[in-house]
């Protein structure tokens, strides 16, 4: 079963630093994973839609219309970290959007639509604590190449805290996307085949890297992975 300490101390073999037995251990190495490893994990959840961390809810309507173009707005799910898909949509070709609405002054994210339902998809988001050990935070769920996934990413973020190596920092973008590149077509198999985007945080990470620009991923799984 995957652990967040096991997770950072994938991070840190791969650097070849120090592994930690807990977040609130006094070091630089637990300090450094604790101040990213959420921000990392939900990244690389976002960049595509996990079946291990994919939910489905039927959305509440907020008591609200939407300023223009849309009818109604709903609710979120306090756990939705990215809204995959909408029923109404693959069904009767309702267009949506995630966008901010304002509640009585407060603004909120919500699903806009002409629809007077919504039933969605979407990826669950990781919530840890401090030390990253809150009961029911899904990352008992991960997959085994997602967890790998995330161990080379938080590398990547941590390396040139830890190290000062900007080569060490490049070599972890690398193995991460060729993971990534692995892990999302077997995660794309476990069910019907779906176009599988591109991952545009690594776009981001890579496209100035010293060492190179790394490709992301991106292919239709519907005539097999190229």
Not at 156 to 166: V, W
């Amino acid at each position: 079963m995957a652990t967040a300490v096991g997770i950072a101390n994938i991070a840190l073999n791969n650097l070849g630093d120090r592994t930690i037995t807990a977040f609130s251990d006094k070091t630089a190495q637990a300090t450094s994973c604790s101040n990213r490893f959420s921000d990392v994990v939900n990244q690389v959840l976002r960049s595509h839609p996990w079946n291990c961390m994919t939910k489905r809810a039927t959305l509440a309507k907020y008591d609200l219309t939407p300023v223009y173009l849309y009818d109604y707005a709903y609710v979120l799910p306090s756990d939705a970290l990215r809204v995959v898909s909408l029923k109404e949509e693959e069904d009767y070709d309702y267009a949506w959007r995630i966008e901010v609405v304002d509640e009585g002054g407060t603004d909120k994210l919500a699903l806009v639509t002409d629809a007077s339902s919504a039933n969605i998809r979407y990826i669950r988001k990781y919530i840890g604590g401090t030390n990253h050990d809150v009961a029911n935070s899904g990352i008992d769920l991960f997959d085994p190449l997602l967890v790998q996934a995330i161990g080379l990413a938080l590398a990547s973020e941590i390396a040139m805290d830890l190290t000062g190596r900007s080569e060490l920092r490049d070599l972890m973008l690398a193995k991460y996307s060729a993971l990534l590149s692995e892990a999302r077509s077997i995660n794309a198999q476990e069910g019907t085949a779906k176009v599988i985007e591109s991952n545009e945080w690594l776009n981001a990470r890579t496209q100035y890297s010293t060492g190179g620009y790394f490709k992301p991923f991106s292919a239709s799984t519907s005539g097999g992975v190229e």
